[in-house]
Nanobody, 115 residues
C-alpha cells in the first residue's frame, strides 16, 4: 500500500505562484510515474502533468510554459511549481502515484486563483 499526501494549495491572485508537493509513503519501492490531475467544480478530472521515474516530464497544453513538475526520489516527493496562475487554474489538485500496475490517489489540495 502507498499513502499519498498532497500539500501546498491555497488562495492566490492571478499572476501569482504556488508550489504543490506530493509525498508518498509506505511501500514506495517500485514507484514509477507520478502525475498531477485537477478537477474544477462541474468538470471532469483532467491530467495536468506527469513525470517518469527518470524525470521526464509531460504537460497538458493548458499549462505548458507555466507549470513545472519535478521529483526528488530520495524523498519520495513530486513537486508542481505553478507560475502565472489564472482563474481557470482553480481546482482541486490530486496526485496519482503509479507503483507497478497499481495507482494510488491522494485526497487533493485546493487551489483557488482570484481575478
Amino acid at each position: 500500500q502507498v499513502e499519498v499526501v498532497e500539500s501546498g494549495g491555497g488562495l492566490v491572485q492571478a499572476g501569482g505562484s504556488l508550489r504543490l508537493s506530493c509525498e508518498a509513503s509506505g511501500r514506495t519501492l517500485g514507484i514509477n510515474a507520478v502525475g498531477w490531475h485537477r478537477q474544477a467544480p462541474g468538470k471532469q478530472r483532467e491530467l495536468v502533468a506527469t513525470i517518469s521515474r527518470d524525470g521526464v516530464p509531460n504537460y497538458a497544453d493548458s499549462v505548458k510554459g507555466r507549470f513545472t513538475i519535478s521529483r526528488d526520489n530520495a524523498k519520495n516527493t513530486v513537486y508542481l511549481q505553478m507560475n502565472s496562475l489564472k482563474p481557470e487554474d482553480t481546482a482541486v489538485y490530486y496526485c496519482n502515484v503509479k507503483r507497478y500496475a497499481s495507482h494510488y490517489w491522494g485526497q487533493g489540495t485546493q487551489v483557488t486563483v482570484s481575478s
